[in-house]
């Protein structure tokens, strides 16, 4: 079976360009979580939906920030402005039934470096 | 609310010797409790897990974990590590109810030394 697929696996881009990450969760998985990770703050949590609709979205650390998941198979997290210190890597990670044992499943990550 | 604290941000042993990480939780109620491997340039994989029932755990690549409640403790074990087992190891709690997360300890670097 495919896992969670990220696309791109790197971008480079400059300072004040948008940056839209994607993600394709595991067919069937009704939950979807977007993490942030950097050596300084570890793994963030930053938004996570169900079945399509934002549940928490406390992570999000400003307003550049923003995520959607237009149908159960693609979410994509953009980042308007991008900043230096957005630089980071961001995962997405998706599960079935949250309220249950089931773990999450993430994907390979998408490593940003905003120049 | 429930939180993660791994001992140790680095630690190394030989091939062959024994691998210990530590991992105490905090949670209000009983948890869920995971583990989970990142290699280099990877995502994080699930070595294993802990609901209900058995409080010795086994997971994958020979990796055991152990619940002890009146410890608040999950620490991960492997009786004789491999090269191959160098990464970063997360443990992680959720709560049980639909809080909706998992709140990840701060991950320890594991290194072996041939």
């Known amino acids: 079976d495919a896992g969670v697929i990220q696309s791109p696996r790197h971008e480079v881009t400059e300072m004040g360009q948008e940056v839209t990450l994607r993600c394709k969760p595991i067919?069937?998985?009704?939950?979807l979580f977007w993490y942030r990770q950097t050596m300084m703050r570890g793994l963030e949590l930053l938004i996570y939906f169900n079945n399509n609709v934002p549940i928490d979205d406390s992570g999000m650390p400003e307003d550049r920030f923003s995520a959607k998941m237009p149908n159960a198979s693609f979410s994509t997290l953009k980042i308007q402005p991008s900043e230096p210190r957005d630089s980071a890597v961001y995962f997405c990670?998706?599960?079935?039934?949250?309220?249950?044992?089931?773990?999450?499943?993430f994907g390979d990550g998408t490593r940003l470096s905003i120049l | 609310a429930q939180s993660v604290t791994q001992l140790g941000s680095h630690v190394s042993v030989s091939e062959g010797a024994l691998v210990l990480l530590r991992c105490n939780y905090s949670s209000s109620v009983p948890p869920y409790l995971f583990w989970y491997v990142q290699y280099p340039n990877q995502g994080l994989q699930l070595l294993l897990k802990?609901?209900?029932?058995?409080?010795l755990v086994k997971g994958i690549n020979g990796f055991e974990a152990e619940f002890k409640k009146s410890e608040t403790s999950f620490h991960l074990t492997k009786p004789s590590a491999h090269m191959s087992d160098a990464a970063e190891y997360f443990c992680?709690?959720?709560?049980?109810?639909?809080?909706?997360?998992?709140?990840f300890g701060q991950g320890t670097t594991l290194q072996v030394k041939p």
């Open positions: 990670a998706s599960s079935l039934f949250q309220d249950s044992n089931q773990p999450q499943h």
């Open positions: 067919s069937g998985h009704d939950y």
């Open positions: 802990y609901t209900t029932g058995a409080t």
């Open positions: 992680a709690v959720r709560g049980s109810g639909n809080t909706g997360k998992l709140i």
